[in-house]
């Protein structure tokens, strides 16, 4: 028992001495406060400013959102920060800071998966839960990452927040931009579950979902379920239509705004005039330019690039005249042409043979200030070569090239040029340097060098060309296939070009009507035109119709003075039910006083051939064509 004393009372000191030291720094070591919550705006509530005032932001926001830089380390520097200030973000500065970060654009090396981080994070914070806000501030920044949308989306969902409609009409605006579908009638569900009316704003949001999906029928049916369409649901309709390649149903819904006394506006016009462009439509196209015109409101709106596609579409069309008078409209509004107007006009007036008038508006370009480009030199050198004026356009090619601005077109342009004025030996020179100077020569190059040595009465170098730019890899087009054939059947070189046709379709190249007519051409001169009528009727179950086949075989046929053959055809054409009698009649009439064989062109006019019967007892019969030569 005394042993046990001693023990314990040696062990004592030990005891009470780490006691006192535990005491001791218990009470040197201070107690830090609570932390504080901050929030994105300072609170002046205290201080008597006017109600319109803008709020202050608050010195924490600028510091928080430089954090934010997406390093492997963000989230503990986050918590470091926070921990080294005692503070805690609210959940109105996490939906601020998600609010001030870059917005969404795939051009740009952001991020927005740092968005998505800073969410997360903000969460583990102490007694901290999201508001609405922050999950609506969220969505707009992962727009270009569907997955993570769909997953903050969901994450959304799982939190049944009661529903704002201010929130309701930022949800709509990120599900529309979106096309998310689903996401829209849930939210439509969730505004009725908490007595919140659909705004036409949200509405005008899932049309426009439905329009970027493509589902333009449920479109039409959401649209027909608005009380009071705006301009904006009329846009959006009209959108989608133009889509789908419905533009009769588009325009028919500009004239249906007219009715309703909804103003159309710029984004209108601008939609339908886009989509009768891209249709070859000019014709309306310049009708909506002239609606535009004539609206007192809209006169001074007309964006450039309305004037571009009436210019442009005119100066295609060759009517280059009304696309000048339409480019000094816009002059007068003081809105500047850029460089694809001026590009047209010239390209259109070198294309139409005015080479004056095309050089003329080259230099007005100029002397307005707008420089011109690889596109309008291109445009330039083409038309000087097509005009024969090749000198100046070697000489603009000597000034880009030392500029650096020369493409295979300015090649292919020359080479062409060069090979119509019988100047082939500097054409292939120039094809060989095209290589050397490290520009690809492409199809165009090609068929150009090609014609021009088949015009010169080099049909086997053209040939040897054709073979090479096989074994490069070049593309061969139906062109180069028409001109090697039409040249071998020139040459009597009858049984190459039909290899050469089986070539080109062995090869998978849809042969035109060009590239029919110089093979039906050269087999008719040559008697073979049941050969041509066969080659005719085997591309019909390759989905291959050619219009005018027939038309152009019976007028070589009348023209080479074969007007036996061109019956015989006629009378072919019909039998087989390819063409109407009438058709054939006219064409066969027009053939014949073209190659001005009237007497017998009149003649058919007059008789009963091709469209009448002669009863032969109780047997009626078509009067053929082949009666017309035999009487």
Same mark, same amino acid.
């Given at each position: 028992m005394r042993i046990r004393v001693l023990v314990l009372l040696k062990g004592a000191p030990e005891s009470i001495e780490s006691h006192h030291n535990a005491r001791?720094?218990?009470?040197? @070591? /201070?107690? %830090? /406060?609570?932390? &504080?919550?901050?929030?994105?705006?300072?609170?002046?509530?205290?201080?008597?400013?006017?109600?319109?005032?803008?709020?202050?932001?608050?010195?924490?926001?600028?510091?928080?959102?430089?954090? %934010?830089?997406?390093?492997?380390?963000? &989230?503990?520097?986050?918590d470091s920060f926070c921990r080294k200030f005692l503070i805690i973000l609210s959940p109105s500065f996490v939906a601020h800071a998600l609010r001030s970060l870059p917005n969404p654009n795939p051009n740009t090396n952001y991020d927005p998966l740092v968005a998505t981080r800073f969410f997360s994070w903000a969460a583990t914070q102490p007694n901290y839960s999201h508001s609405l806000d922050c999950h609506v501030s969220l969505l707009p920044l992962l727009l270009h990452h569907p997955s993570s949308l769909r997953g903050a989306l969901s994450a959304l969902r799982r939190a049944n927040l009661p529903l704002t409609l201010p929130a309701a009409h930022s949800l709509a605006s990120t599900l529309a931009s979106a096309a998310l579908v689903d996401e829209l009638l849930w939210l439509l569900r969730e505004m009725k579950n908490h007595n919140l009316h659909p705004t036409l704003s949200i509405l005008n949001s899932l049309l426009n979902a439905l329009v970027n999906a493509s589902l333009i029928d449920s479109a039409e049916r959401v649209f027909k379920s608005i009380h009071q369409p705006d301009v904006v649901s009329y846009n959006t309709l009209v959108k989608g239509y133009c889509r789908v390649g419905r533009t009769r149903d588009a325009l028919a819904s500009l004239r249906e705004m007219a009715a309703e006394n909804v103003p159309p506006d710029e984004v209108t016009y601008m939609t339908l005039m886009q989509a009768c462009y891209s249709e070859g439509d000019v014709n309306c196209c310049l009708r909506l330019y002239h609606e535009m015109e004539e609206d007192e409101g809209l006169q001074m709106k007309i964006p450039p690039h309305a004037y571009s596609l009436v210019i442009c579409g005119l100066c295609k069309q060759g009517k280059?005249?009304?696309?000048?008078?339409?480019?000094?409209? =816009?002059?007068?509004?003081?809105?500047?042409?850029?460089?694809?107007?001026y590009t047209a006009i010239i390209d259109g007036y070198a294309k139409s043979g005015d080479l004056?008038?095309?050089?003329?508006?080259?230099?007005? =370009?100029?002397?307005?200030?707008?420089?011109?480009?690889?596109? @309008?030199?291109?445009?330039?050198?083409?038309?000087?070569?097509?005009?024969?004026?090749?000198? &100046?356009?070697?000489?603009?090619?000597?000034?880009c090239k030392g500029n650096g601005v020369v493409s295979a077109m300015f090649y292919s342009s020359l080479i062409d040029g060069l090979g119509k004025v019988g100047r082939v030996d500097e054409a292939?020179?120039?094809?060989?340097? =095209?290589?050397?100077?490290?520009?690809?020569?492409?199809?165009?190059?090609?068929?150009?060098?090609?014609?021009?040595?088949?015009?010169?009465?080099?049909?086997?170098e053209a040939l040897l060309l054709f073979r090479r730019m096989e074994r490069e890899g070049c593309e061969q087009t139906v062109y180069t296939f028409t001109i090697l054939i039409s040249e071998l059947f020139k040459e009597r070189r009858n049984e190459e070009a039909l290899k050469l046709w089986d070539e080109m379709i062995d090869k998978g190249v849809t042969p035109n009507l060009a590239?029919?007519?110089?093979?039906?051409?050269?087999l008719c001169l040559s008697g073979k035109v049941a050969r041509a009528c066969k080659v005719l009727d085997e591309l019909a179950p390759m989905g291959i119709v050619l219009?005018?086949?027939?038309?152009?075989?019976?007028?070589?046929?009348?023209?080479?003075?074969?007007?036996?053959?061109?019956?015989?055809?006629?009378?072919?054409?019909?039998?087989?039910?390819?063409?109407?009698?009438?058709?054939?009649? @006219?064409?066969l009439i027009n053939a014949l006083r073209k190659a001005g064989n009237a007497d017998l062109a009149i003649k058919l006019m007059h008789s009963k051939i091709g469209i009448g019967y002669d009863r032969m007892r109780s047997v009626k019969k078509r009067v053929k064509f082949q009666t017309l030569v035999d009487s």
């Amino acid at each position: 028992m005394r042993i046990r004393v001693l023990v314990l009372l040696k062990g004592a000191p030990e005891s009470i001495e780490s006691h006192h030291n535990a005491r001791r720094r218990a009470f040197s @070591t /201070p107690l %830090l /406060p609570p932390r &504080e919550v901050v929030h994105p705006f300072c609170d002046l509530s205290d201080v008597a400013v006017a109600a319109s005032a803008p709020r202050n932001p608050s010195p924490w926001v600028p510091r928080i959102l430089s954090l %934010l830089d997406g390093s492997p380390s963000m &989230e503990s520097n986050l918590d470091s920060f926070c921990r080294k200030f005692l503070i805690i973000l609210s959940p109105s500065f996490v939906a601020h800071a998600l609010r001030s970060l870059p917005n969404p654009n795939p051009n740009t090396n952001y991020d927005p998966l740092v968005a998505t981080r800073f969410f997360s994070w903000a969460a583990t914070q102490p007694n901290y839960s999201h508001s609405l806000d922050c999950h609506v501030s969220l969505l707009p920044l992962l727009l270009h990452h569907p997955s993570s949308l769909r997953g903050a989306l969901s994450a959304l969902r799982r939190a049944n927040l009661p529903l704002t409609l201010p929130a309701a009409h930022s949800l709509a605006s990120t599900l529309a931009s979106a096309a998310l579908v689903d996401e829209l009638l849930w939210l439509l569900r969730e505004m009725k579950n908490h007595n919140l009316h659909p705004t036409l704003s949200i509405l005008n949001s899932l049309l426009n979902a439905l329009v970027n999906a493509s589902l333009i029928d449920s479109a039409e049916r959401v649209f027909k379920s608005i009380h009071q369409p705006d301009v904006v649901s009329y846009n959006t309709l009209v959108k989608g239509y133009c889509r789908v390649g419905r533009t009769r149903d588009a325009l028919a819904s500009l004239r249906e705004m007219a009715a309703e006394n909804v103003p159309p506006d710029e984004v209108t016009y601008m939609t339908l005039m886009q989509a009768c462009y891209s249709e070859g439509d000019v014709n309306c196209c310049l009708r909506l330019y002239h609606e535009m015109e004539e609206d007192e409101g809209l006169q001074m709106k007309i964006p450039p690039h309305a004037y571009s596609l009436v210019i442009c579409g005119l100066c295609k069309q060759g009517k280059v005249l009304e696309g000048c008078a339409v480019f000094e409209s =816009m002059v007068r509004r003081g809105c500047k042409a850029h460089k694809a107007v001026y590009t047209a006009i010239i390209d259109g007036y070198a294309k139409s043979g005015d080479l004056d008038s095309a050089m003329k508006f080259f230099e007005r =370009m100029k002397v307005d200030g707008v420089e011109p480009d690889e596109v @309008t030199y291109g445009a330039v050198v083409s038309g000087l070569c097509k005009g024969g004026r090749v000198e &100046e356009a070697l000489g603009y090619f000597r000034f880009c090239k030392g500029n650096g601005v020369v493409s295979a077109m300015f090649y292919s342009s020359l080479i062409d040029g060069l090979g119509k004025v019988g100047r082939v030996d500097e054409a292939e020179r120039l094809f060989e340097k =095209m290589a050397d100077e490290g520009c690809p020569q492409d199809s165009y190059c090609y068929n150009a060098l090609m014609d021009g040595l088949c015009k010169s009465g080099r049909l086997d170098e053209a040939l040897l060309l054709f073979r090479r730019m096989e074994r490069e890899g070049c593309e061969q087009t139906v062109y180069t296939f028409t001109i090697l054939i039409s040249e071998l059947f020139k040459e009597r070189r009858n049984e190459e070009a039909l290899k050469l046709w089986d070539e080109m379709i062995d090869k998978g190249v849809t042969p035109n009507l060009a590239c029919f007519r110089a093979l039906s051409i050269g087999l008719c001169l040559s008697g073979k035109v049941a050969r041509a009528c066969k080659v005719l009727d085997e591309l019909a179950p390759m989905g291959i119709v050619l219009d005018s086949a027939y038309e152009d075989m019976i007028a070589v046929l009348c023209k080479a003075g074969r007007v036996k053959e061109a019956c015989k055809l006629a009378d072919g054409i019909v039998d087989r039910g390819r063409e109407i009698p009438g058709k054939i009649r @006219t064409v066969l009439i027009n053939a014949l006083r073209k190659a001005g064989n009237a007497d017998l062109a009149i003649k058919l006019m007059h008789s009963k051939i091709g469209i009448g019967y002669d009863r032969m007892r109780s047997v009626k019969k078509r009067v053929k064509f082949q009666t017309l030569v035999d009487s």
